[in-house]
């Protein structure tokens, strides 16, 4: 529920946020964990208040999903980092931080007077990470990636889409997300050598690795046979019955490798005398006819609605799924059951739902405990009461564009 | 080389697929000793079912990798309680068997915490733990289908739902969020002396960077649809074909300054600029004809001429690599020792993916290969069961060290 006391496994640390889209997964996972995360925005804004989708479609600084999903649990201040008095109040702040995290690129938070040595010089324990597109070092490191460059370098991007087709990228921020997580992993596991130590560490990850990471098996198996698959459905290659199979009411997937969930799923077809001889149990049988195969299936789902088939494929231990809506996952009775929205209350945007924290601790759970910050929105909360600025301060740095 | 972070923490693991195991495995990058529990009764999904295989599985190898292999029968209840014994002396507990299995084998929760109250169970499932759908059975790749992946993965106007996700990101991210679940059960534990359990549904994992699509739907009341390839804050933006077959780059225009970077690039090789095209809002309306003069350029380039040119003019641009690239191409994974070589014992030389978050002081690394079924058996009954030769024979003939 909004504005809920902070808790969880992180709520003792704080964190320093200059994360881009690259990291704001990151830091997001730490803050519903119950992290203490200060987002810092430039005087102008976050670069992520400009990304669609809008509330109402009216582009607008507090109206863009995007910033609000990613910045929960957050508060928000404003600073310019390239100016000498922002500089020396980041240096402030970071002496009080547990965690920095930047997405700048390599060696400008050297140039600012604000890199790693002069932090860790000042305070020790400091744990820091840069998640940047392709890390610190090799010949790229300083060319430029957005999520759809390292899904492409990745091998996401070239298997996905049909034949023909130009390759097609996915929904949501796959090596963005796999980026922000390896770069949340690895700050936790630096707490927790820090607990032992007293030492903090830099950490460098790179999204073009983490890409690496999320294309299944292809690395290892091309190291291994050299076989190099190409962009196509999925048809025959490792399971029969990968392909959508339309129903009444849109699609279902049905998902099927032990023998087993084959013979079940023949079961429930009442024995199609097409499909039912015992050489049929064999996938490299039922690969070589698909048209038989696929042809007996389609007829069977196209008599079913998609949930049909999922609630009673799934009780008969076939793994049966539909292919929901976004509108359908929010509304299906496993995410109501699970509380997977939360209410939540936001000054421009008004009561809604939000997606909840994951992963799901039982002793210490995170949540999501307030939206997204107004721009600036904590700025006096943080530099009177927590610096200590008084309000000429704060009026001077106003006016000379810092905050 | 220096002590790793999670040095001295022991991990039990009992699984099948990937998401499970690689939760395990992310953990022993960095430290941790991870008893992979396996039978040869059958091989796991990965290991496969013919035993002249088990040990030669490149898909295992990315999985399994640094871990130790014990065979143990659970179907008996003295294989359960050696494993109940190990339990004892764990610090965490890694399981993705379909529920039930466990509570079957008296480990859930309840039972595990009776053992060992300083343990930490994850319980990865596709669907979590609770609900009227956390039994079902669900791999990876269709984990997509429920939460909206698979649909809004598709071309604008799509009236088929044919596009297909190959990645598996709710298994390899629901992986590694696994793991970062259970070190903040550590750090927690430090505190308390306590442990706890943690219910980790790859749905949710892999849903959770899709919250933007989601909020389409409960603040705008309406359904987000496919997009393509499709984005409204940069222009040219998407994958270009090049020369040869199927060669694509992908380029991404964003700032004023960045698109006069890449007009003169254009223009300076004879392919003049359409007055059409001089501000971002006429380039995002006219972008079929944008698309259209940009490949016209790129058709005549090799992808990796393409984005060398654009990134030497400081604009994103990076290649639609295939896995071939990513060994031959691909110079910065050359640079930095992503593909890793490694001489599996009965396999032969295999190659696998580095640990892509480096960390200064205690970095992570492959720690060996992936083992031998039943490799670590003996080794396991011996030294921390503390059974003698006699009882380990007697055990395996029995089927329970099996």
């Known amino acids: ?357 994951v992963p799901r601790l039982m002793d210490t759970p995170g949540g999501i405990f307030r939206p997204a910050p107004l721009l600036g929105e904590h700025n006096d909360e943080i530099y009177r009461g927590e610096l200590g600025m008084n309000t000429d301060d704060l009026v001077a740095l106003r006016a000379d564009g810092v905050i | 080389m220096s002590i790793l972070p999670l040095e001295g923490i022991r991990v039990l693991e009992l699984t099948t697929g990937a998401a499970g195991p690689t939760v395990a495995r992310v953990l022993c990058e960095f430290g941790a000793e991870v008893i ?27 999985l399994q990798r640094g871990k130790k292999s014990f065979t143990v029968n659970m179907q008996t209840e003295k294989g359960r309680k050696l494993v109940y014994k190990l339990a004892e002396i764990s610090d965490v507990l890694v399981e993705n068997f379909g529920l039930g299995i466990l509570e079957k084998w008296g480990l859930n929760w309840p039972d595990l915490k009776e053992i060992n109250p300083r343990i930490i169970l994850i319980r990865v499932k596709g669907m979590g733990c609770t609900g009227p759908h956390a039994a079902d059975l669900t791999y990876g790749p269709n984990v997509g289908n429920t939460m909206a992946t698979t649909y809004l993965w598709n071309y604008p106007g799509a009236t088929t739902a044919t596009a297909e996700p190959r990645t598996q990101h709710p298994d390899f991210m629901g992986g590694v969020t696994g793991a970062f679940g259970v070190v903040l059960a550590l750090i927690q534990r430090k505190k308390t002396g306590r442990g706890q359990w943690i219910d980790s549904a790859q749905q949710e994992i892999g849903a959770s960077i899709l919250g933007p699509k989601y909020l389409e739907y409960t603040v705008n009341k309406r359904e987000p649809q496919p997009e393509g390839n499709r984005s409204l804050i940069a222009a040219p933006y998407g994958p270009y074909q090049c020369k040869g077959n199927d060669r694509w780059c992908v380029i991404a225009v964003y700032t004023e300054d960045e698109w006069e970077r890449f007009a003169a690039l254009l223009e300076k090789r004879g392919l003049k600029s359409d007055p059409k095209f001089a501000t971002h809002l006429q380039r995002v309306r006219h972008k079929d004809d944008l698309d259209k003069w940009v490949t016209s350029w790129t058709i005549q380039h090799d992808p990796y001429e393409v984005m060398e040119m654009v990134q030497g003019i400081d604009v994103c641009a990076a290649v639609v690599q295939d896995v071939e690239d990513q060994f031959k191409n691909d110079k910065q994974y050359a640079a930095t020792g992503f593909l890793v070589n490694m001489t599996e014992p009965e396999a032969g030389d295999m190659v696998t993916e580095n640990v892509p978050v480096r960390l200064s002081e205690t970095p992570g690394y492959v720690r060996g290969v992936a083992p031998l079924m039943g490799e670590h058996t003996y080794e396991i009954a011996k030294n921390l069961l503390g059974l003698s030769d006699e009882e380990i024979k007697q055990l395996d003939e029995e089927k329970v060290l099996y």
Not at chain 1, 35 to 54: H, L, M, T, W, Y
Not at chain 1, 184 to 200: Q, T
Not at chain 1, 331 to 356: C, N, S, W
Request: charged residues 25%; proline residues 8%; contains cysteine.
């Open chain 1, 1 to 357: 529920m909004a504005n809920a006391q902070r808790t969880g496994p992180l709520s003792d640390y704080r964190v320093l946020d200059l994360a881009g889209p690259l990291g704001l997964h990151c830091t997001k996972l730490l803050a519903d964990m119950g992290a203490n995360v200060i987002k810092i925005e430039p005087p102008a804004g976050d670069q992520s208040r400009r990304i669609p989708p809008f509330k109402d479609d009216t582009p607008h600084a507090e109206k863009s999903l995007y910033f609000l999903h990613f910045n929960t649990n957050k508060r928000g201040i404003t600073l310019d980092i390239e100016k000498p008095d922002g500089r020396a109040m980041f240096l402030e702040l970071a002496r009080k931080a547990d965690v920095v995290i930047e997405t700048a690129r390599p060696g400008k938070m050297d140039k600012l007077g604000i890199g790693y040595e002069t932090l860790r010089a000042q305070h020790p324990g400091l744990i820091y990470a840069a998640v940047t597109p392709f890390g610190q070092t090799g010949p790229w490191r300083d060319y430029k990636a957005n999520d759809m460059a390292g899904i492409a370098l990745g091998n996401l991007l070239y298997l996905a889409g049909e034949p023909g087709e130009p390759p097609l990228q996915p929904p949501g921020e796959i090596a963005y997300g796999m980026a922000s997580t390896y770069g949340a992993f690895g700050i936790a596991v630096s707490l927790y050598h820090r607990l032992e130590s007293g030492r903090g560490q830099y950490i460098d990850v790179s999204m073009h690795e983490c890409a690496g990471h999320i294309a299944g098996y292809f690395i290892p198996n091309y190291g291994y046979t050299g076989a190099k698959p190409a962009r196509a459905s999925r048809k025959g290659e490792e399971t029969d019955l990968y392909d959508p199979y339309a129903t009444k009411n849109g699609y279902a997937r049905i998902f099927i490798i032990p023998v087993e969930q084959w013979r079940r799923l023949v079961d429930w077809m009442e024995r199609p005398p097409s499909i039912s001889g015992p050489e049929f149990e064999k996938m490299s049988y039922r690969r070589q006819h698909p048209e038989i195969v696929t042809k007996a299936i389609a007829e069977f789902c196209a008599r079913r609605t998609k949930e049909e088939l999922y609630d009673e494929g799934q009780k008969r231990r076939i793994a049966v799924t539909p292919i929901n809506t976004a509108g359908e996952f929010i509304e299906m009775e496993q995410t109501k059951a699970r509380e997977l929205f939360v209410d939540m209350e936001h000054p421009v945007i008004g009561k809604y739902k939000q997606f909840g924290a």
């Open chain 2, 36 to 62: 992979r529990c396996e039978t040869r009764l059958r091989g796991d999904g990965h290991r496969g079912e013919d035993p002249k295989l088990w040990n030669k599985k490149p898909d295992f190898m990315k």
